[in-house]
């Protein structure tokens, strides 16, 4: 009779255990959304504070919003300027670096040459240099090329900087297609770059969705690179726009905090569009034909 | 509509590997060649050879009047199926097909025509706004088949494009294959290690092992008359049962050959070319289907009795097959299915000694190879 009576209440319920371990997964994942969520979270609402209100309490909502802290910043033609700015050094290193490490990428899977591996490694060793320890060799190399004050200034040595991570990529991904569709290709008669063209990068497609979306976080964030190269405000991208509101005697925190906001949005609306090709891009290389 | 001939034919690779060793083969125009041979041995570097995707190391190449060892793939008017098809996943059937057509500036009017054509005859037409990735194997291969015929390319290149089907599909692909050569009247070369593929599809068929040319004949001659031990093996299943033996000449002049501690007597009328061995150690080959149980005698054979033990009986109903022991020595026999053979027991049998197969043991050539070739000559002729 026991038999009977447990059976279809074990069938609904899963054993403790499992419980507990999704509970455990549950709980680390609600914790690391709230890690990343709280200071934006700050800031988004801080932007309708007062900075008066922001250093007496920093983390609680806003007594009165005060909604001018936006509408000031949206209003102005400063904000539209540095956008404009940010989308050019977005698009500029975005097409430079995804054009570049594509042909890169193709030499180094497909193509067969003494020394490639040697060659390859090299490059990868950019890797291993964020472009933040390298600002003064790279400064004194804009300068040069007098390239200070120009958007190039900024688009080239953010391309330098992407072009090992997004080879990696690439080449993995080239890697993965197989070799008799390339045969083929031969066969129905592309030359190298026609079967680079019209098989290879068609099929890469994940990965380079990966590297665009990639770069563009990378070069929408950048702050201190434009810092350097740029000394005339009107070439500024919106990173640099919050030094407006730091004033010789004080600085305006909310309209610091509604500036962060505004120019997080683009960046966080593109990624949640995009976040597929990211996962796709990464971990896939599985072509089924 | 081309021939093809290989001279010299070398492919080394880097650090003395040796893949092809001084090819030379004569394709004729219409003909269905195939390549056959054990993994490795190399065929498929042959064929990739002649398609252009392998460098050629040594020897020329020709097809047609030129000699292609310089000219790219795409204008050496190839076409080929791939073992696994390689098909563009990115692109739709219809695509995949018009590729070729397209980046060779094929007007679009044609190129809709002819695919659609293809398709037809292919009884792939309601496939062609799918992905390769929707389709089964077998359309998948007819696919590719399409993708060939649409070009009309003078040579036809397959890289064992059956192996990837299952036993049934493989069986219809195989005469699918053959009637489409008729129907194109194209020069085929073909791929395969499987000698089943081989024998039954090829008009002529080149045996490869080790990077060398075994023998080049037409299925009938390979099997009845393998010019060496490797072919004797490599054709025919169950493959041929070989015995270490000696050429014996005994009183009255007759040649015999001493195997298992038996005495076989060679028939006078194919014993002439055995003569030079007299005396001496050779390896002698029957296949299964000559060894006969004496009481289900064949007539108009010259038969040679020998005993042994049955170790394994297999009945397919349409015949059996025996394993057999004599002396420490197993071979296999082809028997009628009604034989009355038991697990254990010793049966008594038969081999055809018209259909005997002796080879050297050191230069493993066939002994009677020429002669059989020149007396098939004479019949021919004659």
């Known amino acids: 009779m026991s038999a009977s009576m447990t059976k279809p209440f074990n069938r609904r319920m899963p054993p403790l255990r499992f419980v507990i371990a999704r509970a455990g997964q549950y709980l680390v994942l609600i914790a690391l959304a709230l890690i990343i969520l709280g200071p934006i979270v700050t800031a988004v609402l801080g932007g309708l504070k007062t900075t008066g209100e922001l250093y007496s309490e920093p983390f609680g909502l806003p007594a009165i919003p005060r909604w001018e802290n936006y509408t000031g910043i949206i209003a102005s033609d400063t904000f539209w300027r540095q956008l404009g700015n940010s989308l050019i050094i977005v698009f500029g290193t975005v097409t430079l670096t995804v054009s570049s490490s594509a042909l890169l990428a193709f030499v180094f899977s497909r193509l067969v040459f003494r020394g490639r591996e040697l060659i390859f490694n090299f490059f990868t060793l950019g890797l291993l240099f964020p472009v933040t320890i390298a600002f003064l060799p790279v400064f004194i190399q804009v300068r040069q090329f007098s390239l200070i004050d120009s958007y190039f200034g900024v688009i080239l040595p953010l391309v330098a900087f992407g072009i090992p991570g997004s080879t990696l990529i690439l080449r993995g991904f080239f890697r993965a297609i197989p070799s008799e569709l390339e045969d083929a290709a031969y066969i129905d008669g592309c030359g190298t770059l026609g079967f680079f063209w019209y098989v290879l990068l068609p099929l890469a497609r994940p990965a380079l969705g990966a590297i665009v979306v990639l770069q563009t976080i990378v070069s929408w964030n950048e702050y201190f690179l434009p810092l350097l190269v740029l000394t005339d405000d009107s070439k500024w991208p919106l990173t640099l726009g919050i030094m407006q509101f730091q004033g010789q005697f004080g600085t305006d925190w909310g309209r610091v905090m509604a500036f962060v906001s505004l120019l997080i949005v683009p960046a966080v609306l593109f990624y949640i569009v995009t976040q597929r090709y990211i996962v796709t891009g990464l971990t896939g290389g599985e072509l089924k034909g | 509509m ?381």
Not at chain 2, 150 to 168: G, H, I, T, Y
Not at chain 2, 293 to 311: F, R
Request: proline share 4%; aromatic share 8%.
């Open chain 2, 2 to 382: 081309a021939s093809i001939s290989f001279k010299h034919v070398w492919k080394r690779y880097a650090g003395n590997t040796v893949a092809v060793k001084d090819l030379n083969i004569e394709v004729a125009d219409k003909e269905f060649l195939v390549l056959v041979g054990p993994s490795g041995c190399g065929k498929s570097t042959t064929l990739r050879m002649l398609a252009g995707l392998e460098e050629i190391s040594d020897g020329e190449i020709w097809i047609g009047d030129r000699v292609v060892n310089n000219v790219a793939p795409k204008d050496r008017d190839i076409a080929m199926v791939f073992q696994s098809y390689a098909l563009y996943p990115h692109m739709t059937v219809f695509d995949n097909m018009a590729f070729g057509l397209r980046l060779r500036k094929t007007p679009k009017q044609v190129i809709e025509q002819r695919v659609r054509e293809a398709a037809e005859n292919l009884g792939i037409s309601h496939l062609l706004d799918r992905r390769p990735r929707q389709l089964s194997g077998g359309q998948r291969q007819r696919v590719a088949v399409g993708r060939a015929i649409v070009r009309d390319p003078a040579v036809f290149l397959m890289d064992e494009p059956l192996s990837n089907l299952d036993a049934k599909l493989r069986v219809e692909a195989r005469s699918f294959i053959s009637k489409l050569h008729q129907r194109l009247g194209t020069t085929f070369v073909y791929v395969t290690h499987d000698q089943v593929e081989a024998m039954t599809m090829g008009t002529r068929i080149a045996v490869m092992s080790a990077g060398e040319l075994q023998q080049i004949d037409t299925p009938f001659n390979l099997y009845h008359n393998p010019r060496n031990l490797f072919v004797a093996g490599f054709i025919g299943s169950p493959s041929m049962n070989f015995f270490d033996a000696k050429v014996v000449q005994q009183d009255g002049g007759r040649i015999s050959l001493e195997i298992v501690g038996h005495m076989l007597p060679i028939p006078a009328a194919i014993a002439e070319p055995f003569k030079s061995h007299i005396g001496k150690r050779v390896t002698f080959g029957i296949r299964p289907e000559d060894i006969h149980d004496q009481s289900y005698l064949p007539g108009g054979i010259t038969p040679s009795m020998i005993e042994a033990n049955v170790d394994v009986v297999e009945q397919m109903g349409n015949e059996m097959i025996l394993y057999l022991e004599e002396n420490g020595k197993t071979f296999v026999a082809r028997t009628d299915p009604r034989t009355s053979a038991a697990i254990g027991h010793r049966l008594g049998l038969a081999f055809n000694m018209d259909n005997i197969h002796v080879f050297d043991v050191d230069t493993e050539l066939s002994l009677a190879y020429e002669y059989k070739q020149n007396k098939a000559q004479k019949a021919v002729t004659a």
